[in-house]
Structure formats: C-alpha cells, structure tokens
C-alpha cells in the first residue's frame, strides 16, 4: 500500500511544473511577453482553491466507474486521465501564435492536477493503518519531489538534448510536455492496481483521530 502511495506521490507530483516554472521558461523561450507570462501565472490558482470543489469530489460517486472500481479509485482514475488529455492538448499548443489558449490548456492542467491531489489525499488516508501514516506520507512527499524535478529541471534538459539534436525548438517543447503526459500511466496503474479503502465508521476515525492527537503532543 505504501509502494501505491509512492506512486501517486510522482502522479501528484508531475503536473505543478508544467502549468507553472515549466510552462514560463516555455513561454520566455518562445518569446512571449513578460506580462502575458505573468498574466498566465494565474493558471496556477486552481491550487489555492481546491478547497470550494473538494467537498464535491468527497461525496459524489462516479456512474458506472464507482460501481466497478469504488468511489476514491473512480475519481482517480478520471481526474488522471484528463489531466493525461490536458498536458496532451497543452502540448499541441503554440505559445507564440496562441497563448491564451496555452492559458486555458494550463488551467485545465492546474484543475485536474488539483482535483487529483483531493482524491490522493483522502486515498492515502483511508488506504494505510495507522502505523502506515509516516511512512506513507514520507514517500509520498519524496515521489512528489522526484516528479518535480523531472517535469521541472528535467522536462528542460530534454528540451535542451533534442534541441542540440537538430529537432525544432517548437517540436522539442512539445516532445517533453507528451513525455510528461505519459508518466501519468504511472498514477493510472497505481489507481487500478489498488485496493479500495474500506469504509470506516463514524467512531472508528474518531478513535484514529484521538489516537494521532496523542502521539502529536506526546
């Protein structure tokens, strides 16, 4: 269970960059202007407002999905496969000749990456015991690092490697953001390989929650 929560840790992890550090250096190669970059920045707002829709994602059930896969594993799997379309329409975006619509595909990439994070969020806490928590949250923050440095730094280099390789500059920011898109395989399989968290009662998490409080201020 910790090794899935590794995994959705990268998943998690992987989007922040492209629709934020990634998507400007992008943007400033692409000779864009300084205040549409900074007009775009506001694509990363989703984030800070997750919680308005959070409380959606926590009570409603996916149709057919949910009957198969459970409630938290039908949303991860949604909300992964349209951030997978969205880095993918993103990618086939020109920066120079339409960037409002790279504003809208960043966007689209910041709200699917928000509403991932909700569910892996409520996934990783109803998945692992109580002894599990640490450990889960401790490689769930490294993966998460990880992926940032590989949409971030990463997803650069390779622009850099297959630009110094004759490819266009335009063609090789295209190649790094589909390759980005394609690691949320990694977040797919995780989702489908998982196990349902079981429903708690009421007192059960209150007896977990009583329990962590203790160990805090101990």
């Known amino acids: 269970r910790v090794l899935i929560v590794l995994l959705l840790g990268f998943a998690s992890g992987v989007p922040l960059a492209l629709s934020s550090s990634t ?4 943007l400033a190669d692409s000779k864009v202007d300084l205040a549409t970059i900074g007009l775009l920045s506001l694509a990363g707002l989703p984030y800070t407002f997750k919680f308005f829709w959070a409380p959606l994602v926590d009570a409603l059930r996916i149709p057919v999905l949910s009957k198969l896969l459970g409630r938290r594993r039908a949303w991860l799997v949604v909300s992964q496969l349209l951030l997978m379309a969205a880095i993918f329409w993103l990618a086939s975006l020109d920066p120079m ?11 689209m990439v910041a709200f699917a990456s928000a509403t991932q994070d909700i569910v892996i969020d409520a996934f990783r806490i109803e ?9 889960g949250m ?3 923050v490294a993966a998460y690092r990880v992926a940032l ?23 090789a920011w295209r190649l790094a953001y589909v390759g980005c898109a394609a690691l949320g395989i990694l977040g797919l399989a995780a989702a489908l390989f998982a196990t349902e968290p079981r429903l708690q009662s009421t007192s059960a998490r209150d ?10 201020f101990r």
Do not use: H, M, N
Not at 97 to 107: E, K, Q, S
Not at 207 to 216: F, G, K, L, R
């Open 23 to 26: 998507l400007a250096i992008w």
């Open 97 to 107: 000749t339409a960037p409002l619509a790279v504003g809208l595909g960043a966007l």
């Open 127 to 135: 998945s692992l015991d109580q002894d599990e928590q640490a450990a």
């Open 138 to 140: 401790a490689s769930y």
């Open 149 to 171: 440095l590989v949409s971030g730094a990463g997803a650069i280099a390779f622009t850099s490697w297959l630009e110094a390789r004759g490819i266009g500059k335009a063609e």
């Open 207 to 216: 007896v977990q929650s009583d329990a962590a409080e203790e160990t805090i």
